[in-house]
């Protein structure tokens, strides 16, 4: 059976009792009710670290976090041979907070352990990750120059995470000194959420986000280190990163 709802727009959708039915059994089963949960504070954890938190084994934990990706709750993050975790999307998180509020249970908190210079800001290969990088990723996003490329699944890779930039996200990101055009012409993945491992949250990744970073470092907003990947936000980065973007953001020692 199948209840069937208009939107103003006029579209319609089903809504099918039966995926309704599944995603409630997927949460009330209480280890992965604990996965669901620790994942509320916004960062990835890997399957290692949700076996503990859920009190099963990592083989139980692994066809828990199967059966959540294809309820598609998750999704997951593969970096190098490392596959990290996170709740799907704003609807996920909406849903379980609203659980959460109702059972009185308290969001968590991720403390990260990274040394400050590299969580600040640091390279990732050829694109800014840390704390800054996270913040960009995040800006970008928010302002509508970055949108997904495709809803989940389309390209048969709900965990994909490609972006593509806006006709405002060209503006801005030419204002910056990036040239989107030559840039998507490159024969690399273009722009894509690569998942930051101090924060557990994705930076900007791909062609694109080499490229910003290079016209950063061009415009001297940032210095690097001679002897390690970290970054220096410069008095004139601090400025500029203010005024332009709202983001404040002093460098740490």
Request: charged share 25%; aromatic share 6%; with cysteine.
């Amino acid at each position: 059976m199948s209840a069937r709802i208009r939107y103003d727009s006029g579209m319609t959708a089903d809504l099918s009792d039966a995926r309704i039915s599944d995603i409630a059994a997927a949460i009330a089963e209480p280890a992965r009710t604990r996965m669901l949960c620790s994942l509320m504070d916004g960062h990835a954890r890997t399957s290692t670290e949700l076996a503990v938190v859920g009190e099963v084994s990592p083989s139980t934990a692994s066809a828990h976090l199967a059966k959540l990706r294809d309820l598609r709750l998750l999704r997951m993050y593969a970096q190098g041979k490392h596959r990290y975790y996170a709740l799907a999307d704003e609807d996920v998180a909406a849903a379980l907070e609203a659980l959460m509020v109702v059972a009185g249970m308290r969001m968590p908190v991720f403390s990260p352990n990274t040394p400050g210079r590299l969580q600040h800001a640091r390279t990732c290969y050829d694109h800014m990750a840390g704390t800054l990088g996270v913040i960009l990723h995040d800006h970008f996003l928010g302002a509508g120059w970055l949108m997904a490329d495709a809803p989940a699944g389309v390209h048969g890779d709900p965990d994909r995470g490609d972006y593509v930039v806006s006709p405002a996200g060209e503006t801005a990101l030419a204002e910056l000194g990036v040239d989107v055009a030559s840039t998507r012409k490159l024969r690399r993945r273009f722009a894509c959420a690569c998942l930051d491992w101090s924060m557990r949250r994705p930076h900007l990744g791909g062609a694109l986000g080499a490229a910003v970073l290079t016209a950063i470092e061009a415009r001297q907003w940032i210095t690097r280190d001679l002897d390690s990947r970290a970054l220096r936000v410069s008095r004139l980065g601090e400025r500029e990163l203010k005024a332009r973007w709202g983001i404040a953001l002093a460098d740490k020692a």
